[in-house]
T-cell receptor, first 112, second 109 residues
Framework: EAGVTQSPTHLIKTRGQQATLRCSPI?????VYWYQQALGLGLQFLLW???????NRGNFPPRFSGRQFPNYSSELNVNALELEDSALYLC???????????FGPGTRLTVT | DAKTTQPPSMDCAEGRAANLPCNHS???????VYWYRQIHSQGPQYIIH?????ETNEMASLIITEDRKSSTLILPHATLRDTAVYYC??????????WGAGTKLIIKP
């Protein structure tokens, strides 16, 4: 069974640009979660999608947004990039909000 | 959601059991205890979770105290590949889990 996949592995952008990160969940999982992990810190919850709908978001500004597609894959968009957006962005999927999460390898976003 | 407290770091000799403690004194009755680990710069890996009873799987055992205010993750025969940051998290919904700094476990040969 294929795990959670994320693309791209690395992304380098300049301040003010937009970044798009992609995630494919494990087959059969309908919930997708996005996290931000700054260097040396714990995971910060960003967004939760389930059945195509945004169900909850963490304490991040509106320039962090995303969507979930009918096949349950998901995109995270970050507009007007700032230097402090540089981090590892992790996607996870689960069968529903109570079950264990399975994480992808992450996308390393660097903003210069 | 309950917050958890873990020691920032621990050492363990290869081949010995690694016992990682976690305090969650404010946990509520419907909140699970989850354990994940993260090997350097990779995505976290699910290990085990439990509500009230002790749990065991192929990776580890989870011992939860009767009052549910603390738990211990046990890796029965630690190997060098078990070196990672271990996160203990409590919550009833994945989107509400608060990820702390975890315990950096170093397995020494």
């Amino acid at each position: 069974e294929a795990g959670v996949t994320q693309s791209p592995t690395h992304l380098i952008k300049t301040r003010g640009q937009q970044a798009t990160l992609r995630c494919s969940p494990i087959s059969g999982h309908t919930s997708v979660y996005w996290y931000q992990q700054a260097l040396g810190l714990g995971l910060q919850f960003l967004l939760w999608y389930d059945e195509g709908e945004e169900r909850n978001r963490g304490n991040f500004p509106p320039r962090f947004s995303g969507r979930q597609f009918p096949n349950y894959s998901s995109e995270l968009n970050v507009n007007a990039l700032e230097l402090e957006d540089s981090a590892l962005y992790l996607c996870a999927s689960s069968r529903d909000r109570r079950y264990e999460q399975y994480f992808g390898p992450g996308t390393r976003l660097t903003v210069t | 959601d309950a917050k958890t407290t873990q020691p920032p770091s621990m050492d363990c000799a290869e081949g010995r059991a690694a016992n990682l403690p976690c305090n969650h004194s404010t946990i509520s009755g419907n909140e699970y205890v989850y354990w994940y680990r993260q090997i350097h710069s990779q995505g976290p890996q699910y290990i085990i979770h439990g509500l009230k009873n002790n749990e065991t799987n192929e990776m580890a055992s989870l011992i939860i105290t009767e009052d549910r205010k603390s738990s211990t993750l046990i890796l029965p025969h630690a190997t060098l590949r078990d070196t990672a940051v271990y996160y203990c998290i409590a919550g009833d919904s994945n989107y509400q889990l608060i990820w702390g700094a975890g315990t950096k476990l170093i397995i020494k040969p």
